[in-house]
């Protein structure tokens, strides 16, 4: 056996084997002996199939496994005891390309293309400080999130007129030419028409100011110009549109309008239970800011994360062994086109550079985590999952129950993992770099992302 390495520069090299008939004759033989002992053959008694016809039928096949396994074996071997960081696996080398013929050769050379991680080094004094921007919680935020909430719990009451925002539920009649109600023509009853949903200003005019009771006299289809919506609401097929291109009459039966919930004690309590401390609207007011400071946490985080992949991958200069990586992610791709990979590349090259960086980060800090801290991670997932669908008080049983749930899926608890890692990373980023605190509003902190 014969393993040398030829770099052609810092992140790519060529491994190549040399496998000696010694390597493998002892093996090969031994394992046509075990054919011979099983092989039933007509003609002969088990076990006494001449060796020489087992090598003709065997030899071929045996030597070819043989000889695969001790190369994988030793392929392997060698990158680890040589601390080879390689990228993606080694490919067959395009310049030295092994011609093998298992008939004749007693020795088969195998030649590998491999991509190396390079040599990261990050000198934090000099990176300096990154940029933290900390999004304002100002009292339009409040406000919105106020409304948010008393839009949430409002409901429809009944109106007596229809206005901009009202809705109004009543009967379709289909009419003729001549302004007459088809007999056995299309109807449907009891539909809802949102004023707002009308799409053509002069038959939005004709509900506005209507009553119960008035029919209002329109083109469906000219209101609304979506034939799906057309459909949905004369309650016909799709393939039936075309028969519904003409007049009909809405005759209004109720009309609703949404009203917003007061903002007093009663919504504090649909919000919070009613076990909550807060107490008034200066309490909702207080409890609204914290949450919001909390929440836009996660946008801050998100945003230095953006810029720490950057800011540090530059400083790095990172010098990676691109085409090897296009070569290998077309291989290990399905044959995937290049030029999609070329496409790609940009974006793969730079989610390597952070994924390289965070790893030597983690090594050389000892970073790790634990179960309790996929727990918490879990726990904060199921709460704003609660949130988000408008469950800001949870029972402790619930909340319990849907943790356990997300720790269950083995796929999920290793992203959670994955993530821990990753914000204890940006932890050591903002303690080894410093931050420079940035105070932005909503709409500046946006404006970063266009």
């Known amino acids: 056996m014969k393993i040398s390495r030829t770099s052609i520069d810092d992140v790519n090299v060529v491994v190549k084997i040399i496998i000696e008939k010694n390597d493998y004759q002892a093996t090969v033989n031994e394992i046509l002996k075990d054919y011979r002992k099983k092989a039933n053959m007509p003609g002969f008694r088990k076990g006494m199939v001449p060796a020489g016809l087992i090598k003709k039928m065997y030899g071929k096949s045996a030597l070819a496994d043989e000889v695969n396994k001790i190369l994988n074996r030793e392929l392997t071997k060698y990158i680890t005891d040589e601390n080879l960081n390689i990228l993606g696996e080694p490919l067959p080398s395009?310049?030295?390309k092994s011609i093998i013929d298992f008939n004749s050769d007693a020795d088969f050379e195998f030649s590998f293309d491999m991509g190396l991680s390079p040599e990261i080094s990050l000198d934090f004094e000099k990176i300096g400080k990154i940029p933290y921007y900390e999004i304002i919680v100002d009292n339009k935020l409040i406000d919105n999130q106020i409304d948010g909430y008393s839009k949430r719990f409002g409901e429809n009451v009944n109106a007596e007129v229809v206005g901009e925002k009202e809705i109004t539920i009543g009967d379709f009649a289909q009419l003729n030419a001549d302004g007459l109600v088809v007999e056995g023509g299309i109807a449907s009853k009891n539909v809802q028409v949102a004023v707002q949903l009308i799409k053509d200003e002069a038959v939005q005019n004709l509900f506005i100011g209507a009553k119960i009771g008035d029919v209002i006299k329109f083109n469906p289809r000219i209101a609304l110009a979506n034939d799906h919506e057309v459909a949905h609401l004369l309650k016909i097929k799709n393939e039936a549109i075309e028969d519904s291109d003409c007049d009909f009459n809405f005759t209004i039966n109720t009309i609703n309008t949404f009203v917003p919930a007061d903002i007093d004690d009663v919504l504090i309590r649909k919000i919070y239970g009613d076990d909550t401390e807060v107490k008034s609207v200066d309490d909702l007011r207080e409890k609204i800011q914290t949450e919001l400071k909390a929440n836009l946490l996660y946008s801050s985080n998100y945003r230095f994360l953006v810029d720490a992949k950057e800011i540090l991958s530059h400083s790095?200069?990172?010098?990676?062994?691109?085409?090897?990586?296009?070569?290998?992610?077309?291989?290990?791709?399905?044959?995937?086109p290049i030029e999609q990979i070329e496409n790609e590349f940009e974006s793969f090259r730079k989610d390597l550079e952070w994924t390289l960086i965070k790893n030597i980060l983690v090594k050389e800090n000892e970073i790790m985590v634990v179960e309790s801290d996929i727990t918490e991670m879990a726990r904060e997932m199921a709460l704003l999952q609660f949130k988000q669908h408008g469950m800001s008080f949870v029972p402790d049983e619930y909340l319990e129950n849907y943790t356990n749930s997300i720790l269950q899926n083995k796929e999920q608890k290793q992203k959670l993992a994955e993530k821990k890692i990753e914000d204890k990373v940006l932890e050591l980023i903002k303690e080894k770099s410093g931050l420079d605190f940035k105070q932005v509003t909503q709409k500046e902190f946006d404006s970063l992302f266009e």
């Open 316 to 336: 790095v200069g990172m010098k990676l062994p691109e085409q090897f990586l296009k070569r290998w992610l077309v291989e290990t791709n399905n044959k995937v």
């Open 94 to 96: 395009i310049e030295e």
